[in-house]
């Protein structure tokens, strides 16, 4: 895996301008958000480090890894053990499964901490199915805080966080390119791992309408991450199924090599200037920050 010949051999100076920070948007894509490790591996090689990490849904997971600063290596070794038994337990239609298996994989690895206690300030992206509200989570159990954002609709049960109940984020905000920005970011690096989401159904079946389903409601706000992303990598993961492990390595290679194509430009924003406070991104409405 990752026998490759490196495009970029000429030397670049990193970190020129050192005020400048640079935000990383971890999009959702459930299985398919393996290719955030690829993305992760380049980035590592390239000896880039970001200032702010937002996830959605398979993105507030890697996401929670990276924050706290796990290595390529070290989450490819824990992706390795990742059966899909131990995280959705229920594969009965309209019987969806707890997420206690997201959850011990935090706690397990990363231990039960605050989203807080992140190394790598994280903001994790669900949506409150009470009051309908995007949620933008900084501070709780991070455990239940990725739960929350990675509970697909119908797949998986919501999760109680303080007083609210988490769902996907990806209902609301599946790129969160304009989270980091929100935490006085200049710029935005993205990694959509589900680009190829604007498909329909193959069929009548009841998964076959549910997946379309969920594919039209991020269609629409994905354009979130294309707006706020200054570079956004996408890796070709449509032939992958979102909820199958299968071909996780060559997904992973997938995310390497849509990164690697995208460094010179995502090394020219260490470079840029910080942008004038007026440029700064607003918290929109609907939005909840806790």
Known sequence: MFDIVKKFNKK??????????????????????????????????????????????????????????????????????????????????????????????????????????????????????????ECIITKGKLCKAVAGSCAVPAIFQPVKFEDRLLLDGGLQNTLPSNVPKMFGCDYVVAVDVNPSRNYGATSSKYFDVLGATIRILMKKNAEIGYEFGDVVVQPKTKKFRSTSMEGYEELIEEGYHATIDKMPEILALFNKKPLSKKFKQKIKHNVDVI
Not at 47 to 55: E, H, N, Q, S, T
Not at 59 to 77: H, K, P, R
Not at 115 to 125: R, T
Request: proline residues 3%.
């Open 12 to 133: 670049i100076t990193l970190f020129k301008n050192k005020k400048v920070k640079i935000g990383l948007a971890l999009g959702g894509g459930g299985a398919r958000g393996f290719a955030h490790l690829g993305a992760i591996k380049a980035f590592e090689e390239y000896g880039l480090k970001f200032d702010y990490i937002a996830g959605t849904s398979a993105g507030s997971l890697v996401g929670a890894f990276y924050s706290n600063e796990w290595s390529f290596e070290q989450m490819l070794n824990v992706a390795k053990n990742f059966k899909e038994k131990d995280i959705r337990k229920s594969k009965i239609p309209l019987m969806p499964s707890p997420t206690d298996g997201i959850e011990d994989i935090i706690k397990n690895n990363i231990g039960d901490i605050d989203v807080s206690e992140c190394k790598i300030p994280l903001a994790v992206v669900a949506v409150d199915i009470f009051s309908t509200n």
